[in-house]
């Protein structure tokens, strides 16, 4: 049956709303229209970074309804009526977050290209489990690239911000 | 990398997705959780002209116990399912294969039923459907429900029994037989990519021997396969080492697994005898097998 029979078409406009850090933000867009570039392009929150744009470098990583997600494998119109968290929501009132703190304290960067991938996906994972190991750092880490630090420095961030926010277990 | 137009529904009801599926064949495509199809889009890979996205549709998520077996929607996120202490003691070969699955954020949009759909010969949840004789239930306008054993699901390179207006709807697990220990292992290039070779194993102990074994194999063959010779071979046999050596001569036989710049076909077959050998080894000692005669005589079996 021919799409327009269906009152189906490719070039059809669908109408956007969802909370993006704490607002609510809404678009109109095209179907084919992933997250990352609403984001970026509609909402103008370029913070959201696109390195492959086919899901293997984590550089877009934000949060869905607390959940990472790569927003390149994700459609705007996916996205309807969710709470997204992308790294300009994460510092409050100019101030860093503890964990961008402790990854500036500690060189967990040098282009910044893949940062707020590795914020977002930590943010995540201190959320799920507040005090992990080195090793579950480094897996829930693995799905994140970085060409330039040689990864030793974001964990040694992320270790820091954890026992700056677990004191108890500073040994 | 951005993927080409194409008509959208998200509808609230299986009906409504059901007939839109029927009104366009082939040219329409099913939307789970996204982490193979939205790719493939972007390549360019794909170009279907309808996607019908499920994620609307309510209680298609549900997972519930039903005469022991595990009921899953298809639309279960797999990061869902891996924190699920209904999956965890219901089903753990499944738990045991789901944090194999790329990274958490592929886990918490891929679905059960997408990576089930989807059949990528590395994957990782076919298998634990072939080793587990999961039932697998596809829905559809014209015929309504048929459920198919995961023997018959798997058909080829990508390729599932599923028809263009079938949706795969429900994931069924039966119970595990008193006295069973599973295990899942696979090697990869880095964690979180595709198994180079993958398995999914059970056995089953009775009086101290062999009563049932289960292995499935990914990563060696177009679809995921049962080691069916090997599985055989193991029934009666006490769970010692060497029979457990045999087994992975035996599970690799007349098998030709694809060779690719990760890695040769006779390096993934020898990777496949050792996992054989390995998590027969730790299967047996869940299902209650002695260690030290387990680990008697030659060999390193770790
Ligand atoms: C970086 C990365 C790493 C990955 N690593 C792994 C890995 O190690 N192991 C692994 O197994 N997978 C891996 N995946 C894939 C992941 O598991 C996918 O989630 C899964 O393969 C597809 O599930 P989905 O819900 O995302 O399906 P989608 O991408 O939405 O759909 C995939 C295909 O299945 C069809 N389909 C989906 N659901 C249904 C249904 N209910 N009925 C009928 N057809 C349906 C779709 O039409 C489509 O053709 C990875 C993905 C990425 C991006
Ligand atoms: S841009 Fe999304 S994972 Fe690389
Ligand atoms: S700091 Fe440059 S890619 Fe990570």
Same mark, same amino acid.
């Given at each position: 049956? /021919?799409?327009?029979?269906?009152?189906?078409?490719?070039?059809?406009?669908?109408? $956007?709303?969802?909370? $993006?850090?704490?607002?609510?933000?809404?678009?109109?867009?095209?179907?084919?229209? @992933?997250?990352?570039?609403?984001?970026?392009?509609?909402?103008?929150?370029?913070?959201?970074?696109?390195?492959?744009?086919?899901?293997?470098?984590?550089?877009?990583?934000?949060?869905?309804?607390?959940?990472?997600?790569?927003?390149?494998?994700?459609?705007?119109?996916?996205?309807?009526?969710?709470?997204?968290?992308?790294?300009?929501?994460?510092?409050?009132?100019?101030?860093?977050?503890?964990?961008?703190?402790?990854?500036?304290?500690?060189? /967990?960067?040098?282009?910044?290209?893949?940062?707020?991938?590795?914020?977002?996906?930590?943010?995540?994972?201190?959320?799920?489990?507040?005090?992990? @190991?080195?090793?579950?750092?480094?897996?829930?880490?693995?799905?994140?690239?970085?060409?330039?630090?040689?990864?030793?420095?974001?964990?040694?961030?992320?270790?820091?911000?954890?026992?700056?926010?677990?004191?108890?277990?500073?040994? | 990398?951005?993927?080409?137009?194409?008509?959208?529904?998200?509808?609230?009801?299986?009906?409504?997705?059901?007939?839109?599926?029927?009104?366009?064949?082939?040219?329409?495509?099913?939307?789970?959780?996204?982490?193979?199809?939205?790719?493939?889009?972007?390549?360019?890979?794909?170009?279907?002209?309808?996607?019908?996205?499920?994620?609307?549709?309510?209680?298609?998520?549900?997972?519930?116990?039903?005469?022991?077996?595990?009921?899953?929607?298809?639309?279960?996120?797999?990061?869902?399912?891996?924190?699920?202490?209904?999956?965890?003691?219901?089903?753990?070969?499944?738990?045991?294969?789901?944090?194999?699955?790329?990274?958490?954020?592929?886990?918490?949009?891929?679905?059960?039923?997408?990576?089930?759909?989807?059949?990528?010969?590395?994957? #990782?949840?076919?298998?634990?459907?072939?080793?587990?004789?999961?039932?697998?239930?596809?829905?559809?306008?014209?015929?309504?429900?048929?459920?198919?054993?995961?023997?018959?699901?798997?058909?080829?390179?990508? #390729?599932?029994?599923?028809?263009?207006?079938?949706?795969?709807?429900?994931?069924?697990?039966?119970?595990?037989?008193?006295?069973?220990?599973?295990?899942?292992?696979?090697?990869?290039?880095?964690?979180?990519?595709?198994?180079?070779?993958?398995?999914?194993?059970?056995?089953?102990?009775?009086?101290?021997?062999?009563?049932?074994?289960?292995?499935?194999?990914?990563?060696?063959?177009?679809?995921?396969?049962?080691?069916?010779?090997?599985?055989?071979?193991?029934?009666?046999?006490?769970?010692?080492?060497?029979?457990?050596?045999?087994?992975?001569?035996?599970?690799?036989?007349?098998?030709?697994?694809?060779?690719?710049?990760?890695?040769?076909?006779?390096?993934?077959?020898?990777?496949?005898?050792?996992?054989?050998?390995?998590?027969?080894?730790?299967?047996?000692?869940?299902?209650?097998?002695?260690?030290?005669?387990?680990?008697?005589?030659?060999?390193?079996?770790?």
């Amino acid at each position: 049956m /021919s799409l327009s029979a269906k009152g189906l078409s490719t070039d059809e406009i669908f109408q $956007v709303e969802l909370t $993006v850090n704490g607002e609510r933000r809404e678009g109109a867009v095209e179907a084919r229209k @992933t997250l990352a570039d609403f984001l970026r392009e509609d909402l103008a929150l370029t913070g959201t970074h696109l390195g492959c744009e086919h899901g293997v470098c984590g550089a877009c990583t934000v949060l869905v309804d607390g959940e990472p997600a790569r927003s390149c494998l994700m459609l705007a119109v996916q996205a309807r009526g969710s709470a997204v968290l992308t790294i300009e929501g994460l510092a409050q009132k100019g101030e860093l977050s503890s964990l961008q703190q402790s990854m500036w304290d500690n060189h /967990s960067f040098q282009c910044g290209f893949c940062t707020p991938g590795f914020l977002m996906q930590i943010t995540a994972l201190l959320e799920q489990s507040p005090n992990p @190991t080195e090793g579950e750092v480094r897996e829930a880490l693995s799905g994140n690239i970085c060409r330039c630090t040689g990864y030793q420095s974001i964990v040694k961030g992320v270790m820091a911000a954890i026992a700056s926010s677990n004191p108890k277990d500073v040994s | 990398m951005k993927p080409p137009a194409f008509a959208y529904r998200a509808p609230e009801s299986l009906q409504e997705a059901l007939s839109l599926l029927a009104d366009h064949g082939d040219e329409a495509k099913v939307l789970a959780g996204g982490q193979s199809l939205i790719p493939l889009l972007s390549l360019r890979l794909a170009r279907p002209t309808v996607l019908v996205d499920l994620a609307r549709i309510p209680g298609m998520a549900s997972i519930s116990e039903s005469d022991g077996w595990l009921v899953m929607g298809s639309m279960v996120r797999e990061g869902h399912a891996e924190r699920a202490p209904l999956v965890g003691r219901l089903a753990p070969l499944l738990s045991a294969a789901l944090p194999f699955i790329g990274h958490p954020a592929i886990r918490s949009r891929g679905t059960v039923g997408g990576s089930l759909a989807h059949a990528d010969p590395a994957a #990782e949840l076919p298998a634990v459907a072939l080793a587990t004789d999961a039932q697998l239930v596809a829905t559809s306008a014209a015929r309504g429900k048929r459920t198919l054993p995961a023997a018959d699901f798997f058909r080829g390179f990508f #390729e599932t029994a599923l028809e263009t207006d079938e949706i795969l709807t429900e994931i069924r697990l039966p119970p595990l037989s008193e006295g069973t220990g599973v295990c899942f292992q696979e090697v990869a290039r880095r964690h979180g990519d595709f198994a180079m070779v993958g398995l999914a194993a059970s056995v089953r102990l009775a009086n101290g021997t062999i009563a049932d074994a289960h292995l499935a194999l990914t990563g060696v063959a177009p679809q995921p396969i049962r080691a069916s010779e090997a599985e055989l071979a193991l029934i009666g046999a006490s769970p010692t080492k060497a029979v457990f050596e045999e087994a992975g001569q035996l599970a690799t036989r007349g098998l030709t697994p694809p060779s690719d710049l990760h890695g040769s076909s006779g390096y993934r077959t020898v990777v496949a005898q050792v996992l054989v050998r390995r998590a027969l080894r730790v299967a047996a000692l869940k299902a209650g097998a002695d260690y030290e005669e387990l680990d008697s005589g030659r060999g390193d079996l770790r």
